[in-house]
């Protein structure tokens, strides 16, 4: 790493707080970031986290080099450092804690690191400031982290590391937004111990930029304010557990590979060294050392139990099995949806060009405050991003997922969405201009926040083949013009939601009345509580499709409703040719299949469920006159019948072989 510092590197120090208890700490910290900025190039920015008495405070107490800005997204530090990252346009962000004091020449330091290219994020050194004068005397070094500070174990000056700690850390802007920033599924919200989304940054950007480094830059320090209220055992079994959750949200999201990698080698070489040590010393009469050891295992078995309790949760909610009728998605309170609400829309894609022309329908919505997300699932061609290249809209973003499928790709849109509503189209739709101010409408009318997915209208957007008003005539995506709400239980929902939809002898297993993955926008909520979209189904994996169907019954079965609006309408460019459709059948028939097989699998509830209502299911696919068929046109040819009645026979099969080369699907909480 070179010595020199880059001439003109801009910096942007961003402070966020939320607590009026911590005023004194953050007036020191303001103070002592002012004397090291460089006016002419670096600028301070202190992001309020939803305290407007703090805000007016800040700006009446910092008239003059400070910018004060309210956190424009979700509640939560997470949130708070994206609206700073999004406030400046500087070349590196250094943030800092508002209970943590920046050393003398600490800026120098960040400048210096930054000189080296290689460089993409540095963590520097944290010092705890016990308020009490000292930690407790059972309180073990190996645990610093429990109060957001250095501890024994962490790599020497100069060193590589996984990720900084969140008090004291700086990273290349670019390289952030392009990240994604600060994931909302992870990372303190107000007094709530949560952590784990400087993980997340630190193995995005490796994955992100997989020649770069993160370096620990022990000159870039800071004092982190302990107070008393943290030096209590209660407070560290509290941090543990919430510790130990946000690592089993981490790996289900990265992989238990990338997510515990580092914690791993923490318990294996420091933890067990420590205990060692503690007891060596309490045998040598040093009595509080045996309380230290006993401390230490507490911390680790919490910890670990805080894993794999939120590990099971995660993986049930997945699984999408929950007792019919239960309310375990709604467990989070929500502030409820307002008219102008920021509204996420993610659209899939491999290039094709008429993702030119959906991206250009979204932006033309009625409703402005949204952004857009395209993910490119096809990242080595770079088609995506050549398409709509020509579009110059700030709340446009491309990013990349390279592993195949609309699931994946879908999961990290997600992953990326600022806003509590993710909305989904596909690259061959085009959104009529109202179509978010109608989905809108509805969320806003469930008093009761009982509904985690909207779903609209899909019509054709012309049909100048035989083959297209076969399709259109079919209803195959159009639901109806009856506004519907479906449910396990028929209760919560406002009459301008519609009626209760009938339960077919499939419901909700199928779940194919309730929408199409064309035109559904989903709580963010309800998708991070049935852990995101399975990557195992849907096109671009084995099974063809299934994906949008799994995730409808998951959320209904995890006590969610889904509402039909038949005015938020979005247009599909139908197959012109039978070649196309043939294909498409089949994908239907081996979509539906995989879907079922999953349930299948997932153990003896899920098998009982599919196994007794086989006979009235098999009747409802193939019978003229069921529900399903009905609507298909007297020309719909038996060519189309049998392919889709074949994917029906091979989706089981697809659904193994994508089994096993898939981990399953993404924790978005």
């Known amino acids: 790493m070179t010595s020199k510092t880059t001439p003109g590197l801009r910096l942007a120090v961003v402070v966020c707080c939320f607590s009026d208890e911590r005023r004194d700490d953050l007036d020191l910290g303001v103070r002592a970031v002012r004397d090291q900025l460089n006016p002419e190039t670096d600028e301070l920015i202190v992001v309020v986290d939803h305290n407007e008495g703090l805000q007016a405070w800040l700006s009446d107490h910092f008239p003059d080099g400070v910018t004060v800005v309210p956190n424009h997204e979700d509640r939560g530090l997470s949130g708070a450092r994206n609206t700073g ?57 190996e645990f610093g982290w429990v109060v957001g500070c250095d501890y024994r174990g962490l790599p020497p000056h100069g060193s590589e590391i996984r990720n900084p700690i969140g008090a004291a850390m700086a990273v290349r802007r670019d390289a952030l937004m392009k990240a994604g920033g600060f994931s909302h599924r992870l990372g303190r919200v107000g007094s709530v111990p949560a952590g784990c989304e400087e993980t997340l940054m630190g193995i995005e950007l490796r994955r992100l930029f997989p020649d770069s480094r993160i370096v620990r830059i022990e000159d870039f320090a800071v004092d982190h304010t302990v107070p008393r209220s943290r030096a209590k055992l ?73 894993t794999v309790s939120r590990s099971l949760t995660t993986r049930g909610a997945a699984a999408g099995t929950a007792r019919p009728g239960s309310s375990t998605g709604r467990a989070v309170t929500e502030a409820a949806i307002t008219a102008d609400e920021l509204v996420s829309v993610v659209i899939a894609t491999v290039g094709r060009p008429s993702l030119l022309d959906t991206a250009k329908a979204v932006l033309a919505q009625t409703h402005r405050n949204l952004e857009l997300i395209v993910v490119d699932n096809r990242p080595q061609r770079g088609a995506a991003t050549a398409l709509v290249a020509e579009l110059d809209d700030p709340r446009l973003r491309v990013v990349e997922e390279p592993v195949p499928g609309v699931s994946a ?56 083949t035989v083959e297209q008003e076969w399709f259109e005539e079919a209803k195959i995506f159009d639901k109806g013009t009856e506004a519907t709400v479906w449910a396990m ?37 309800a998708l991070a509580a049935i852990g995101g979209f399975d990557e195992r189904l849907g096109t671009g994996t084995p099974t063809r499709g299934g ?29 012109d040719n039978m070649d196309d459709l043939r294909v498409q059948s089949y994908g239907y028939g081996t979509g539906m299949a995989a879907s079922l097989a999953k349930l299948l699998l997932s153990g ?55 089994r096993r080369h898939r981990v399953g699907s993404l924790d978005l909480t």
Not at 552 to 566: C, E, H, I, K, S
Request: hydrophobic letters at 45%.
């Open 85 to 141: 990252t999004a406030a400046t346009q500087a070349d590196v962000v250094v943030f800092l804690d508002d209970d943590a004091t920046l050393r003398p020449d600490g800026l120098d330091a960040v400048r210096t690191a930054f000189a080296d290219e290689r460089i993409v994020a540095i963590g520097g050194a944290v010092h705890a400031r016990w308020e009490a004068g000292a930690p407790p005397a059972w309180f073990p070094e």
């Open 234 to 306: 209660a407070y560290f079994t509290n941090r543990c557990l919430h510790e130990g959750r946000s690592k089993a949200i981490l790996s289900a999201m990265v992989g238990a590979g990338a997510g515990l990698s580092a914690e791993r080698s923490f318990v294996l070489r420091t933890l067990t060294t420590g205990a060692a040590r503690c007891l060596g010393r309490g045998v040598t009469g040093t009595p509080s050392a045996f309380a230290r050891a006993f401390v230490l295992v507490l911390g680790l078995f919490v910890t670990a139990f805080g």
């Open 409 to 464: 790709a879908r999961n990290r849109g997600a992953w990326h969405a600022h806003g509590r509503l993710v909305a989904f189209t596909d690259d061959d739709a085009l959104p009529d201009p109202d179509w978010i101010a109608r989905v809108l409408k509805t969320f806003v009318a469930d008093e009761n926040g009982i509904v985690g997915i909207v779903t609209g209208r899909v019509l054709g957007t012309d049909a100048a």
């Open 489 to 525: 239980r028929h209760e919560g929902a406002t009459a301008e939601l519609g009626e209760y939809g009938p339960h077919g002898p499939f419901f909700p297993y199928t779940a194919g009345e309730c929408g199409s993955g064309n035109n559904m926008v989903f709580r963010k909520t």
């Open 547 to 575: 994906e949008d169907l799994d995730s409808f019954r998951a959320a209904l079965l995890d006590g969610w409703a889904v509402a039909y609006n038949p005015l938020a309408v979005v247009r599909h460019y139908h197959r």
């Open 604 to 658: 003896p509830s899920g098998a009982w469920a599919i196994i007794r209502r086989f006979p009235r299911g098999l009747h409802m696919l193939l019978s003229p006159t069921s529900s399903k068929n009905v609507d298909l046109p007297r020309e719909w040819p038996l060519e189309l019948r049998v392919r889709e009645a074949w994917g029906y026979l091979a989706g089981p099969v697809l659904y193994l072989r994508s």
